[in-house]
């Protein structure tokens, strides 16, 4: 009996080389999901990175890492193919030999870009970055499954030629194909009736980002990254999805715990009688928010106005009537009478500035503008 595949045309050798896509088995939210509920070990996915990168695909990006040193400004690609077009015996020294006598050949054109804010200095390149390096086969067909499932409004084709313009690299892949995917046709009518969100740089809608209950904070979520098989693209996923939102979420939880220790604190203070009158507002605050000025009457003068004292002299109109030159420091705020000619120490200003989040900037200008205006005197 004729079977049906028989009609079907095989390469040469009578077998595919390697599985054709739509014949490998696609991987399952499952699969995916079963390794994702324990957390991401840096160093085990670091050991996990160089196992899968094999013995001749590091001497092919040594090789690569060595002509980008000696050849800075001209783009990765172009050593690539022609790392690839030659056996491994002494690529190195026959690609370095092509460029310095026929360099134009092979190079046609493909020159590292200058960055544009620095025109003047002479361009320089960082050593070779790893978006540009041989990529594992593993990698690359991780890659490609995890874009497949992302954007499943576009051609698998697509996807492809995308990425071999990007030498399958996820992260430089994923803004053209984000733009590609809000311009096809397929993906409007795929939104329209399946009401589904378009697919999105957004970790909240990323189909390898599993958001668990947190045991410890049961209102928040916590962001778990489905394993793709590829150590090296969790690497990647990891970094680009998961560590901002935990970023993030650490942040908010230390701003909460402080905003709460500060209340403790202030009401513990009025329970045992212990705040103070700032002089200039009038408003009572903990021992922790006050300074003093360094005049012999010692005024008390709250963070709070320190801080808007600061921002009116770095923002406003009131450096001259705020800042004392001969000390560099802020003058005392009390409308006393005589006025008084103290100033608040530096460190009293650095530590109220710095209460806020971009204090240490305000911090910092403040000491600049004061010094470059000494130096113009002087
Ligand atoms: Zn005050
Ligand atoms: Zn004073």
Known sequence: MTSVFSSIVLPKGGRFLRKPDFLKPRPSDESLSTE??????????????????????????????????????VQPDVFREMLLSLSDESRLEVVTEHILRNGAQYIQGRYRKKPKDDKDTPARHDALPKDETFRSEKYKRAVKDTLYLEFKSLSHSSIRAVLAEHNYSYALAHPTLQHLASKSWRA??????????????DPDSHPHVEWLPNTAEPLNLLPYLKRTGCSELDQELYRMYIAPVLARQNQERLDSDEAMANEMNEAEAEEADALFDCECCFTAYPFEQISTCDSHAGHFICFRCIKHAANEALYGQGWARNIDLTKSSLRCLAPSVPECQGCIAPELVRRALCTERDGAMNWQKLQERATSEILIKI
Request: charged fraction near 30%; charge should be negative; hydrophobic fraction near 40%.
């Open 188 to 201: 409007t009518i795929t939104t329209f009736f399946a009401r589904k969100r378009p697919a999105t740089s």
């Open 36 to 73: 994702s509920k324990r957390p991401l070990d840096p160093d085990e996915l670091l050991n996990a990175v160089a196992e899968e990168e094999g013995a001749d695909l590091r001497d092919l990006n040594t090789a690569l890492g060595a002509l980008v040193d000696i050849f800075p400004d």
